[in-house]
C-alpha cells in the first residue's frame, strides 16, 4: 500500500492507517487516532471497489492517483487545481446515532419532563444492539447501495458513539469529511462536542417518538461553527451534488447554511433539499431562518417534500399545484417532487408532471423511506434516467425499505429492489391521478405508469406500460450488483 505524505495543521494527532478488506476487491481506510479517543476526522480516504492501492491524503498534500478516473478523491491534485467532480452525492450535516427502544408509553409533552424522561434513558446505557446510523446516513447508504460514490459531511464525536457512526459509514464503504469548526470553542463545553444521539422510542401501537438534546435548544447543536472548512469546501466542489435536509437548521446556524449554498452554486455543484418536518416551523420561523429557507427553496435544482410540506410552504393544498408553485418560485429549480405515501409520488418540471403509484408492500417501519427514496431520485438525476422511470425506481426503493425494521443499515438493498421491480405489484394508477386532478395544470403534459401493455396519448395524457418501465429498469440494476460495494444482502 502507498500512501502520500501527510502535511496537516492537525499534526500532533499522528493519525495510522489501517486498511479493512470486505470484500476481494475492496479497501476500505481508516485514520485512527495514536490516542484512545476517537477518529481523525479530518482527511478522507479512498474507499472505492477495485482501487489498486489505498490512497490516504490530505488536502495540503498532493495524493498519489489510483489511476481509475472516476474514482471520489482518488486522482492528483495540488490545492484546488484540476479537481473533478468525481463524488456523486455529499451530505450536508445531521449525522447522529439512533438508539431505538421498545417502550411502553411515548415521551411527555412537557419540556421539563421530557428533559428529565431523556436523562434517565441516556443514564440506562442501552446495549449497542439497539444503536443504528441515522439522519443523513440512511440516504447516503441507501445511495451507496445503488452503486453510487458518496461523502458524509458533518461532526461525530471522539466517544464511542463516534466510533460506531464510523464504522457503519466505513463498512458501506461511505466517506466521512469532519465540520470540526472552532474545536476549541466546543470544547469549553465537551458535551456540544458529542455525537448527536436520537432516542427513537416505539410503543406497543407501533407509534414513533423521537428525543435529542436539540429539543431543549433554542441554538443549533454545534453553533460554534462559523465557517466552512477548507476540507468541506474541497469536498463540496468535487460533488455533482449536495444533499440537505431541514434538520441542518437543528446543527447549524443559518448564516453558515446559507454559506454553504452559496458556496454550492458558485461551484456547480447541485442542491437537492428535502424540508421534511421542519419545513412549517421554519416557514414561521425566526427572519435568519426564513431567509435561510427560502435561499434553499430558490436555489435548490431539485425539491422533495411530502404533500403536507408542500401545502406548509405554498399554502396550496392540492399537491401538483403546490409542486407548481414551488417551481414558478425557484431560481434553478428543475424538479418538485411529492412523496404521497401509500398512493405513490408525483414529479414535477416547468412543462410536464410525472405520476407513479406505490408499491403494495407489507409494512414494518416506514423510518427511513423518505431519505431511501431521495436516494433513488438523486440515482435517476445523475444517470439521466427518465423522469418517470426514476419515480418508479423511488417508490420501489422505499418501499423496500419499509419491509424491513428501523433504518441505517436496515435501509433497502439491491436484491429486495430487483424482487419488488419483478413483482410490479402496484397500486391502482388511475385513482392516484384521478384524485390529483382537481386542480389547472395549464396544458402540461401528464405521464402515469398504468399496469396494461398499451402505451399512448390523449389529451395531454401520456400512459406508460409499468412493464416497459421494469423492462428498461432491471439490466441496469442486474449489472449494478456486479459493481456495488456495499452490502447487498
Not at 232 to 241: N, T
Request: net charge negative; proline share 4%.
Amino acid at each position: 500500500m502507498q500512501t502520500s505524505p501527510l502535511v496537516s495543521p492537525f499534526s500532533t494527532l499522528r493519525p495510522v492507517i489501517t486498511p479493512l478488506c470486505h470484500f476481494p476487491c475492496l479497501q476500505t481506510l481508516k485514520s485512527q487516532q495514536s490516542h484512545s479517543n476517537g477518529f481523525f476526522l479530518n482527511n478522507c480516504f479512498c474507499s472505492t471497489q477495485k482501487c489498486p492501492h489505498a490512497v490516504k491524503f490530505s488536502i495540503y498534500a498532493e495524493a498519489t492517483p489510483c489511476h481509475i478516473s472516476n474514482h471520489q478523491i482518488c486522482h492528483r491534485f495540488h490545492g484546488d487545481a484540476g479537481l473533478r467532480k468525481c463524488t456523486d452525492v455529499s451530505t450536508l450535516g445531521n449525522l447522529c446515532v439512533d438508539i431505538v427502544l421498545n417502550v411502553p408509553s411515548l415521551p411527555p409533552a412537557s419540556v421539563e419532563e421530557k428533559r428529565e424522561y431523556m436523562g434517565r434513558l441516556s443514564a440506562s446505557k442501552p446495549d449497542m444492539k439497539y444503536w443504528e446510523a441515522g439522519g443523513n446516513c440512511n440516504l447516503a447508504i441507501a445511495a451507496a447501495r445503488l452503486g453510487l460514490c458518496c461523502v458524509t459531511l458533518g461532526h461525530v464525536g471522539h466517544e464511542i458513539y463516534g466510533r460506531f457512526l464510523l464504522d457503519v459509514l466505513g463498512d458501506e464503504g461511505i466517506t466521512m469529511v469532519g465540520m470540526d469548526g472552532d474545536t476549541e470553542l466546543g470544547a469549553e463545553n465537551s458535551s456540544f462536542y458529542e455525537t448527536l444521539i436520537c432516542w427513537v422510542l416505539v410503543d406497543p401501537l407501533q407509534r414513533h417518538g423521537f428525543c435529542s438534546r436539540s429539543d431543549f435548544s433554542k441554538d443549533p447543536a454545534f453553533n460554534w461553527m462559523i465557517k466552512l472548512s477548507r476540507n468541506v469546501e474541497l469536498a463540496i466542489r468535487q460533488s455533482k451534488i449536495l444533499f440537505c435536509n431541514g434538520y441542518i437548521f437543528d446543527e447549524l446556524s443559518p448564516d453558515l447554511i446559507v454559506s454553504a449554498i452559496n458556496f454550492a452554486s458558485d461551484v456547480g455543484t447541485s442542491i437537492f433539499f428535502d424540508p421534511g418536518p421542519r419545513a412549517k416551523s421554519l416557514s414561521k420561523g425566526l427572519p435568519i431562518e426564513q431567509r435561510a429557507l427560502n435561499k434553499f427553496l430558490g436555489m435548490s435544482d431539485v425539491l422533495l417534500l411530502t404533500a403536507d410540506e408542500a401545502e406548509s410552504l405554498t399554502g396550496v393544498a392540492n399537491p401538483v399545484m403546490a409542486g407548481q408553485e414551488l417551481i414558478r418560485r425557484g431560481l434553478h429549480t428543475k424538479w418538485v417532487i411529492i412523496k404521497l405515501g401509500s398512493m405513490g409520488s408525483i414529479l414535477i418540471t416547468k412543462s410536464h408532471i410525472f405520476c407513479a403509484p406505490a408499491f403494495k408492500v407489507d409494512v414494518v417501519d416506514t423510518v427511513g423511506c423518505g431519505d431511501s427514496f431521495s436516494a433513488a431520485i438523486i440515482y435517476g438525476f445523475l444517470n439521466n434516467i427518465p423522469e418517470i422511470h426514476t419515480l418508479l425506481l423511488a417508490n420501489a426503493v422505499g418501499g423496500a425499505t419499509a419491509t424491513g425494521c428501523g433504518a441505517g443499515r436496515h435501509v433497502a438493498t439491491l436484491d429486495k429492489v430487483l424482487e419488488l421491480l419483478r413483482a410490479s405489484n402496484l397500486y391502482e394508477e388511475e385513482r392516484l391521478w384521478s384524485e390529483l386532478n382537481d386542480g389547472d395544470v395549464d396544458g402540461m403534459e401528464v405521464t402515469v405508469l398504468q399496469k396494461t401493455a398499451i402505451n399512448g396519448s390523449r389529451d395531454h395524457l401520456n400512459r406508460i406500460s409499468v412493464k416497459k418501465v421494469v423492462a428498461d429498469l432491471l439490466p441496469r440494476l442486474e449489472n449494478m450488483k456486479e459493481r456495488t460495494i456495499a452490502p447487498l444482502s
